[in-house]
Structure formats: C-alpha cells, structure tokens
C-alpha cells in the first residue's frame, strides 16, 4: 500500500492509562457479536443458525499506529505494517489507501492531553514528509462514516490542522 491519506481515530474508551491498546488488538482479533468478544464456537454456531452479524477475527488490530497514555508516560503503539491495508476506515475504500492512527481514549467526553495533541501533530507531519500526503489528505474518520465522532467531539480538529500548516 502507498498511503495517500492519514486517517485520525479515537477508541470511544475511556483510558485507564494502562495497556489499552492490548485490549483493542484482542477485541480486532476476536470473534465478536453486537460489540462483544464471543468464542469461535460461539460464533461459528450463530453462523450456521442464521444469525446476522458475526464478525469474524482480524488478522491484526485494525490501525497502523496508536497514541496511549500509560500512567504518565505516552507511547506509540504499532498496529497492522504501513506495507498493509488497515481495517479502521472501509468507507470509500480508504482502507486501501490510508495510514488510520488512533488516539486511545473517548475525546466525546474529555479533553485531549497536550502532550499526545503534540505527539499526534510530529508524527503526521513525518508521514506527510515520509508518503507525499497533502494537508487536504488528513481526514477524521467520521469525514467518511458520519454515524461515528471520530476522533470526538472534544478533539481540536481545526488546532490541530493550523498545526500541520
């Protein structure tokens, strides 16, 4: 994949500032029905009983890189290669084209920390520099899938894109 996009999600989980990105990969490589892990018995039954909505496990975490807050300490996480089709934003295909980075934590309902909105803003304007990607080609999520808020509410969008100029 040659990333023509970046894409900026948030969890919608509230941040226990520990390993929550842990959590995400295994919810992604789980089985899952109406938003919770089941097993694959579980859900290879509900298949073969007709039951709609089954999702199946990922071959990895859907994104390609995570922002999270453990204790006081921000780490990036790494999720599915850059060289791999995320699986963080289906709508218009985007997944085939675009670098999706998720800010772990629910930013509908609290602030966004100065120091991950700093560490979001360097590492954009790397891959920007890295893959050619235009300003006009850093979208929210919910640019593309407008029932979600991603990446919240609260999540100083027009800041943060002054901070990429």
Request: aromatic content about 10%; some cysteine.
């Given at each position: 994949?040659?990333?023509?996009?970046i894409?900026?999600?948030?969890?919608?989980?509230?941040?226990g500032?520990?390993?929550?990105?842990?959590?995400?990969?295994?919810?992604?490589?789980?089985?899952?029905?109406?938003?919770?892990?089941?097993?694959?018995?579980?859900?290879?039954?509900?298949?073969?009983a007709?039951?709609?909505?089954?999702?199946?496990?990922?071959?990895?975490?859907?994104?390609?890189?995570g922002?999270?807050?453990?204790?006081?300490?921000?780490?990036?996480?790494?999720?599915r290669?850059?060289?791999?089709?995320?699986?963080?934003?289906?709508?218009?295909?985007?997944?085939?084209?675009?670098?999706?980075?998720?800010?772990v934590?629910?930013?509908?309902v609290d602030i966004?920390?100065?120091?991950?909105?700093?560490?979001?803003?360097?590492r954009?304007?790397?891959?920007?520099?890295?893959?050619?990607?235009p300003?006009?080609?850093?979208?929210?999520?919910?640019?593309y899938?407008?029932?979600?808020?991603?990446?919240?509410?609260?999540?100083?969008?027009?800041?943060?894109?002054?901070?990429?100029?």
């Amino acid at each position: 994949m040659k990333p023509e996009y970046i894409i900026i999600h948030h969890s919608t989980t509230k941040d226990g500032r520990k390993n929550d990105w842990k959590a995400i990969r295994r919810y992604h490589t789980s089985w899952r029905y109406k938003g919770n892990i089941i097993t694959e018995e579980e859900g290879r039954l509900r298949i073969l009983a007709g039951v709609r909505g089954i999702e199946p496990p990922w071959i990895d975490i859907g994104y390609n890189l995570g922002l999270e807050q453990e204790g006081d300490q921000f780490w990036w996480k790494l999720g599915r290669p850059l060289t791999m089709n995320g699986a963080h934003c289906v709508e218009h295909g985007m997944n085939h084209k675009s670098i999706g980075i998720c800010v772990v934590g629910n930013y509908d309902v609290d602030i966004l920390p100065d120091t991950m909105f700093h560490l979001l803003v360097n590492r954009v304007l790397e891959l920007m520099q890295e893959f050619s990607i235009p300003l006009q080609n850093i979208k929210r999520h919910c640019d593309y899938a407008p029932y979600k808020t991603c990446p919240g509410k609260l999540f100083p969008w027009e800041r943060f894109m002054n901070s990429l100029l």
